[in-house]
């Protein structure tokens, strides 16, 4: 157990939900990043309600972000970790694509990632500790329709590499966990049934999608085992699919 504080965004739903719920299991105090100012509200978040810090941010506002980590640090303490986890899929042909929407996509998924990690290193400087990006493994895939939405994620991993390099000296390790397809309450239907469904029981090697508890074990398994050589890298959890002939 610790009573270490871990600062997520996008904590309310989905991938950034679990993570703040495994998080809080193994004894972190999460500090959980949303607009709406919510954090976890499924499974056992009730037993653990006392360990989030929920406050109201939007990432993609630098001076919302620099707020938000003062708030979560007068209320909790010293802050060790981040985990970038807020982001937004648009699609569309690129052909049409509008610069407006890539660049929406940007914004949330790669730019908010920078201004984040700057926004959170004063605080760990101060003591060392951990970012970890959510990226994805489109970041080297080509998929039709989705030229924002890679190329943010791609952008994610350099973010990544850059910092780790940076501030290595400083203590801060910088990693990019970059999931397959997961399930999670919104995407539920299309990935059970359907032709999203039957494509990926042919992708996956095991036949079956990734939950939103896989990539939070792996997550707060990087905060709880702190493995000091374990930095700069992007680590896939898609079930071998983008590896998959
Ligand atoms: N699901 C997948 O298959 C999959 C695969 C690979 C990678 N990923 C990545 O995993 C991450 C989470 O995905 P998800 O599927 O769990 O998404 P989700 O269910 O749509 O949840 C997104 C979360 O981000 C928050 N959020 C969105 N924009 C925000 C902003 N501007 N400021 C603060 N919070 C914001 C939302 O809360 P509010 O609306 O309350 O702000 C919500 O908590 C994303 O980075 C995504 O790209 C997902």
């Not at 640090?73 to 060790?80: C, I």
């Not at 709880?224 to 890298?233: A, K, M, Q, R, T």
Request: a positive charge; hydrophobic letters at 45%.
């Amino acid at each position: 157990m610790t009573s270490k504080v871990i600062a997520v965004t996008g904590a309310s739903r989905g991938i950034g939900s679990a993570i703040a719920l495994e998080l809080a299991r193994r004894g972190f105090t999460v500090g959980c990043l949303t607009r709406k100012g919510r954090g976890p509200e499924t499974g056992d978040a009730k037993e653990y309600a006392a360990r989030f810090v929920n406050v109201a941010c939007d990432v993609t506002d630098e001076a919302s972000l620099k707020a938000a980590f003062m708030d979560v640090t007068e209320k909790a303490g010293a802050l060790h970790g981040l985990v970038n986890n807020a982001g937004i899929h648009l699609d569309g042909a690129s052909h049409e694509l509008p610069t407006a929407t890539y660049e929406k996509v940007m914004a949330t998924n790669a730019t908010a990632v920078f201004a984040a990690c700057r926004e959170a290193y004063p605080h760990l400087v101060k003591n060392g500790g951990a970012i970890v990006n959510i990226g994805s493994f489109f970041d080297k895939l080509g998929v039709k329709r989705n030229v924002a939405y890679c190329a943010s994620k791609a952008a994610v991993g350099a973010i990544t590499r850059c910092l780790a390099v940076e501030w290595a000296a400083k203590g801060i390790r910088v990693l990019d966990v970059a999931p397959g397809y997961i399930v999670t309450d919104l995407n539920r239907d299309a990935m059970t049934k359907g032709p999203l469904a039957d494509y990926l029981k042919k992708r996956v090697p095991s036949g079956v999608s990734g939950t939103t508890a896989d990539v939070a074990k792996l997550v707060a398994a990087i905060f709880s085992e702190d493995i000091p050589f374990l930095s700069g890298e992007t680590i896939y959890i898609d079930g071998a699919q983008g590896v998959n002939h």
